[in-house]
C-alpha cells in the first residue's frame, strides 16, 4: 500500500510548508490511524505524537464521543449558515460555553473555520473599531518578529516569518513588527528581566514612531509556538501591559496554539494575567478532530461594533458550521467533566517540566525550557556552547533521528519543541523524555563522526 499511494501522492498532492521536489524524491510518510497519544504509519510503526498533530490533538485520538457528536449532528442538520438572521443550536451552545470559559470580559465570538481566517477577522474588526470610535487613522497593527498568525495574506503580514514575507509580498500595508523575547536567541548572556522589559519597551518605541494616532493594535501569541515555544520572561507581559494602556492600543492575544489548556489554563491571556480585546481562537477548540476557529470579542469591541449598528460586512460560509460546532462543544465538555485543564496545570504540565528540565544534562542541550504541555531543547555544538553552524541542519537531524526511533518532536531551526495531547500520562511523559533522549544520543554521535561536514561549513 505506501508504494502504490506514496506514488499517488507524489503525482498529485502538494504539500503545506513544503519543498515539493524534495519530498517527491524522497516520498512521504503515510499515517494511516492513531489512538491516545500514538499515531501508526502504513509501515508499521507505532510512534508516539508529542506534536498532538499540529498542535491540536488536545483530547488525544479515538474519542468515540467526539465522532458521535459529530455524526449525530450530521444526521439532524449537516449543514446550515449564520449569515441573514439565521442561526442554529451547535454555534448557540459553543459561543455561550467559550464566553463562560473565556476572562469575564469577554461575552462575544465570531467564528470562523480556521486560526488563519481569525486572523483576518481580527485585522478587519480592529480597524472598524477604530473607525466606529471617529478615529479611522488609527489602522496600523504592531506584531512582532517570528511570531506565527497565519498562512493567508493576512495571517502571514501579521506573523513574522521572514521566509515567508519574502515569498509572500507586497504584504498588507500598516503592520509593523518589532523584536520578539526570545532570551535564548537574543539575550542570552543578560538578566532576562531587563531582557523582557527591553523587547517591551521596543513596543512602546515602535508605538511612538507610528505616532499613537496611527495604532490600532498589538498582537501577540502569549508563548510563541511554531517560533520556537518562546516563553517570554516573566517581566515581559506586564510591561507589555502598561505600555498599551499608556498609549490606548488594543490587545490582541493569539490564542490559536495557548488556549484550551495548553499552558495550565483555558487561555494563556490567564496565565498571563491578560485582558486582551480580541482572542483569535482555533485547533484545540474542537481538538483539531474538525476545522474551526473564531475570534473572541471583549466587551469594549463588541459593545462598539453592537451599539455602532450597520453592517459588518465579513463571514464565512463555514463560520460556526454546525458539526464543527457540535464536535467543538462535546470537546470542551468532556475537557470541563475530565478537568483537563487543571491536571495541565497542577499534574502533568509540572511532572513534564520536571522529566523535560533533566534534558539539560545533554550534552547538546544549551537550555530545556516548558510551560504547562509546550516544550523546547535549545540545541548547542558541545564543542563551544554556540549554535552549530546552520549549514549543518542539526534540528532537522534530530528531528529525522526522533521520527525513526518512535517520537514526533519538531524542528524549529536547531530548537526541538514538543507539544503533546493533554492527555499524555505520567509513564507516556516517561516514554517521550527517554526517546527525546535517544534522539539527542543519536544526533550527537553523528555529527560528531561527520567531520567532512565541519570543514565544509567551518
Ligand atoms: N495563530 C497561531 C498562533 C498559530 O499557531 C495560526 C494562527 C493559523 O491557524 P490555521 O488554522 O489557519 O493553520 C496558527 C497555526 C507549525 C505550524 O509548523 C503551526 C501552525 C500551523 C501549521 C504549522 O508549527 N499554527
Not at 507586497?170 to 532576562?192: K, M, T
Not at 474538525?290 to 460560509?317: M, N, S
Amino acid at each position: 500500500m505506501s508504494h502504490s499511494l506514496q506514488a499517488l501522492d507524489r503525482a498529485h498532492h502538494l504539500h503545506p510548508f513544503t519543498d515539493f521536489k524534495a519530498l517527491g524524491e524522497e516520498g512521504s510518510r503515510i499515517i494511516t490511524h492513531a489512538e491516545g497519544v500514538y499515531i501508526h504509519d502504513s509501515e508499521g510503526h507505532r510512534i508516539l505524537d508529542g506534536m498532538a498533530g499540529l498542535w491540536c490533538v488536545n483530547l488525544g485520538y479515538g474519542r468515540e464521543e467526539l465522532v458521535a457528536a459529530a455524526s449525530a449532528q450530521m444526521r439532524e442538520l449537516p449543514y446550515y449558515n449564520n449569515f441573514f438572521k439565521t442561526t442554529h443550536p451547535p454555534a448557540v451552545k459553543l459561543a455561550e460555553t467559550l464566553c463562560r470559559l473565556a476572562p469575564p470580559h469577554v461575552n462575544h465570538v465570531f467564528f470562523t473555520g480556521s486560526g488563519s481566517e481569525a486572523n483576518d477577522t481580527v485585522l478587519r474588526m480592529v480597524r472598524r473599531f477604530w473607525a466606529l470610535q471617529g478615529k479611522p487613522r488609527k489602522q496600523w497593527v504592531v506584531a512582532r518578529e517570528n511570531a506565527y498568525h497565519g498562512s493567508t495574506v493576512a495571517g502571514m503580514s501579521l506573523g513574522g516569518m521572514a521566509p515567508m514575507h519574502a515569498q509572500g509580498g507586497p504584504l498588507v500595508p500598516g503592520i509593523a513588527h518589532v523584536r520578539q523575547p526570545y532570551w535564548f536567541d537574543e539575550g542570552r548572556g543578560r538578566d532576562p528581566v531587563a531582557f523582557g522589559r527591553e523587547c517591551a519597551a521596543a513596543i512602546e518605541a515602535k508605538i511612538q514612531e507610528l505616532g499613537e494616532d496611527n495604532v490600532a493594535a498589538f498582537i501577540a501569541e502569549p508563548v510563541q509556538g511554531a517560533g520556537g515555544a518562546i516563553i517570554p520572561p516573566e517581566s515581559y507581559w506586564p510591561a507589555v501591559k502598561t505600555v498599551l494602556a499608556k498609549h490606548d492600543i488594543l490587545l490582541v492575544v493569539d490564542e490559536v496554539i495557548c488556549g484550551f489548556g495548553r499552558l495550565g489554563e483555558w487561555f494563556g491571556s490567564q496565565h498571563y494575567d491578560l485582558e486582551p480585546d480580541l482572542m483569535p481562537i482555533a485547533k484545540g477548540l474542537s481538538s483539531g478532530y474538525l476545522p474551526i476557529g473564531g475570534v473572541l470579542v471583549g466587551d469594549r469591541v463588541a459593545d462598539t461594533l453592537i451599539e455602532a449598528g450597520g453592517e459588518f460586512f465579513h463571514g464565512f460560509t463555514y463560520s460556526g458550521h454546525p458539526v464543527c460546532a457540535a464536535v467543538a462543544l462535546k470537546n470542551l465538555e468532556l475537557m470541563e467533566t475530565e478537568d483537563v485543564v487543571e491536571r495541565v496545570r497542577d499534574d502533568i504540565g509540572p511532572y513534564l517540566a520536571k522529566r523535560w528540565g533533566e534534558l539539560t544534562d545533554h550534552p547538546l542541550v544549551g537550555e530545556a525550557r516548558s510551560l504547562g504541555l509546550i516544550g523546547a531543547l535549545e540545541l548547542i555544538d558541545p564543542a563551544c556552547g554556540e549554535r552549530f553552524p546552520k549549514t549543518w541542519g542539526a534540528g532537522n537531524l534530530c528531528r529525522d533521528i526522533s521520527f525513526a526511533a518512535g517520537l514526533v518532536m519538531r524542528s524549529v531551526g536547531d530548537t526541538m519543541i514538543i507539544s503533546p495531547p493533554l492527555v499524555i500520562t505520567r509513564e507516556q511523559v516517561d516514554e517521550l523524555v527517554g526517546l527525546a533522549r535517544q534522539a539527542l544520543d543519536e544526533t550527537a554521535e553523528r555529527l560528531a563522526h561527520q567531520p567532512h561536514t565541519k570543514e565544509k561549513s567551518a
